[in-house]
């Protein structure tokens, strides 16, 4: 039987950016044959404005029958004002919990094409490649109670609640020792330990899990510490493991040394490798429309797809050097044009793609 692939482009420029990507992974699955029926639904705003809510039961189960996810992104600002609780970004949250997606991989890899784009120095730059491990189903984002209430008093005060289990940990922490195995034997854990009891149960337990992976060295890290090191001397990282909202914010700060937001893809996964893959950044409200946003962080996690559930390593290579060629080729979305280099839109970047991987 076919393998089935569930393609949900979004909202803002998720329709945009997914139309590029799937004409390269049609590509891929004809020149490799892979054997992939592609079929679409709704996420997130456009969920709401067809089903009512921003994820249908129904959507949840075609993803659970799926065999991956091609996801591109959720969210703006017609729906910022609705009932928080049908906000676009909750139909996310529940497909990647539904599914189990605990595993989230986020690879800052600077294109030396794109050093003159990099928010960073060239040398600071100049052969980058961090892979960050951000555990995606706990924590913050999950944990109950949370609440907005008013007072007695009259006034209004929110909460939310950090709870990490020993079990969340283990399980993401030994995706990083594993990632930190096959790259290069280092793995930094970023937590706020020195403050939070959710993060001082995090560094007990990945100071456990360590024991199996004495080829491994281990570092811990403060996460504003971090922060403050990615830009100052980014090369010192080769994977880092942290947990969902440090995640979130140190995996957009990681996308300027590459360029763009729109250069990075991620896979998420559950334990047996079966994935929804999306790029890191948003729905791009500002510059949705406008057929000039950057599809590749889409198209590389395409890539991710191929390499992570199917283990298609050969098609997967392919779209990396395809991107690569184009990039040599001197073609830039504005997010990542500099001087010397030809603008172009969406589709005319895809298309190029699409070309280059036609001729490998
Ligand atoms: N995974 C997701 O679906 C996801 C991720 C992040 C944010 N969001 C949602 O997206 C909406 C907008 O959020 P935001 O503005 O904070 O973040 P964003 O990532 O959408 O945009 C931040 C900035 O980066 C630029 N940008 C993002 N992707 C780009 C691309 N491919 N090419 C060129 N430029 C690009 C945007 O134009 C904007 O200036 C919100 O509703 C937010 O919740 C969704
Ligand atoms: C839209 C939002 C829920 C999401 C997150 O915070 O996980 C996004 O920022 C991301 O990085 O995928
Ligand atoms: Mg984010």
Known sequence: ????????????????????????????????????????????????????????DETL???????????????????????PAIRPERGLLKIRSQLGLFGNLRPALLYP?????????????????ILIVRELTGGIYFGQPRESKVLDNGERMAYDTLPYSESEIRRIAKVGFDMARVRNKKLCSVDKANVLASSQLWRAVVEEVAKDYPDVELSHMYVDNAAMQLVRAPKQ???????????????????????????????????????????????????????????????LSVS????????????????????????????????????????????EMGDAVVAALATL
Not at 61 to 75: C, T
Not at 322 to 342: F, H, M, N, P, Y
């Open 61 to 83: 189960e075609r993803a659970r029958q799926a065999d991956a996810i091609l996801l591109g992104a959720v969210g703006g600002p017609k729906w910022d004002s609705i009932d």
């Open 237 to 299: 990282f080769d994977v880092i493991v942290t947990d969902n909202m440090f995640g979130d914010i140190l995996s957009d700060e990681a996308s300027m040394l590459t360029g763009s937001i729109g250069m990075l893809p991620s896979a998420s996964l559950d334990a047996d490798n079966k994935g929804m893959y999306e790029p890191c950044h948003g729905s791009a409200p500002d510059i949705a429309g406008k057929g000039i946003a950057n599809p590749l962080a889409t198209i």
């Open 1 to 56: 039987m076919s393998k089935q692939i569930l393609v949900l482009p979004g909202d803002g420029i998720g329709p945009e950016i997914m139309a590029e990507a799937v004409k390269v992974l049609e590509l891929a699955n004809e020149k490799y044959r892979l054997g992939f029926a592609l079929s679409y639904d709704e996420l997130g705003g456009a969920a709401v404005d067809k089903y009512g809510v921003p994820l249908a």
């Open 304 to 347: 991710m797809l191929l390499r992570y559930s199917f283990a298609q390593v050969e098609a997967a290579n392919a779209i990396e050097q395809a991107v690569s060629k184009v990039l040599d080729q001197g073609l830039r979305t504005g997010d990542i044009w500099s001087e010397g280099c030809r603008k172009v839109g969406t589709a």
């Open 113 to 129: 094409q794109l050093a003159a784009a990099s928010s960073l120095k060239p040398e600071i730059v100049a052969g980058l490649d």
